[in-house]
């Protein structure tokens, strides 16, 4: 029997093009609320942190002023539907005037909204701490331990391979200390180059935020 090709209907519509923030990886638009591919780090799912499911647009992320100027740049045609005030002004003229005023409230909460999401966005990233680890092993043998970056929405497994890289040695992610996490642990020691390389390819994260440390080695037949 002879397959016969299923035709689409002729009123279907194509299938919608979701554009992935490039700041917080989430999509700017009202409700898009799917995955981000692999390649864009996935936001948190601390729901102390992140928006709840049904706010899983970068609008209402603690980052909207970075979004806005990162959707601008790249989708300027979308930034001006989410962003620019004269389309919503626009967009205000057609509706009655009970509409607009519910819209101008929703309006007004969701600046408020934003505006705190930021604030405690920025209180977060202000008391995160990137630890730089330098341990010794044995016979003078070192690694380094490198934990906290995830809270700047590093990648841990793409951060270790760039080491591995750039050192020229084993570099990969392990469990932190305690069982609780991750960090990446590259051998030798190699922290003041890695300071270095967080300030050439992380301006945004303050100095301040940064810190290295080094582990004592246990004294054999020391008591525990």
């Not at 299938?15 to 799917?34: A, D, F, H, I, N």
């Not at 692999?38 to 729901?47: A, G, I, Q, R, S």
């Not at 609780?180 to 100095?207: A, K, R, Y």
Request: hydrophobic share 30%.
């Amino acid at each position: 029997m002879t397959d016969v090709a299923t035709q689409p209907p002729s009123d279907a519509r194509p299938p919608k093009q979701v554009v992935y923030c490039g700041v917080c990886s989430l999509p700017p638009e009202v409700g898009t609320t799917r995955s981000p591919p692999d390649h864009l780090p996935h936001p948190p799912t601390n729901p102390q942190t992140n928006p709840s499911p049904t706010n899983q647009y970068c609008e209402n992320g603690g980052t909207t002023a970075k979004c806005s100027d990162w959707l601008s740049t790249h989708h300027p045609r979308l930034h001006a539907q989410i962003y620019d005030p004269n389309a919503a002004a626009a967009s205000l003229s057609t509706l009655s005037v009970d509409a607009q005023k519910r819209a101008e409230k929703d309006a007004h909460k969701k600046a408020l909204k934003a505006t705190a999401a930021e604030a405690k966005e920025a209180e977060r990233l202000a008391s995160s701490k990137i630890i730089i680890k330098r341990v010794e092993r044995n016979k003078r043998k070192y690694v380094t331990e490198i934990s906290g970056l995830e809270a700047f929405g590093l990648d841990l497994k793409t951060v270790a391979k760039t080491f591995g890289k750039k050192f020229a040695t084993g570099s990969s992610v392990t469990k932190a200390a305690g069982g609780v996490g991750e960090e990446i642990t590259v051998q030798g020691d190699v922290s003041e180059e890695v300071v270095e390389w967080l300030g050439e390819n992380h301006e945004e994260i303050p100095e301040r935020n940064v810190e290295v440390v080094e582990a004592k080695k246990k004294k054999e037949g020391a008591a525990v």
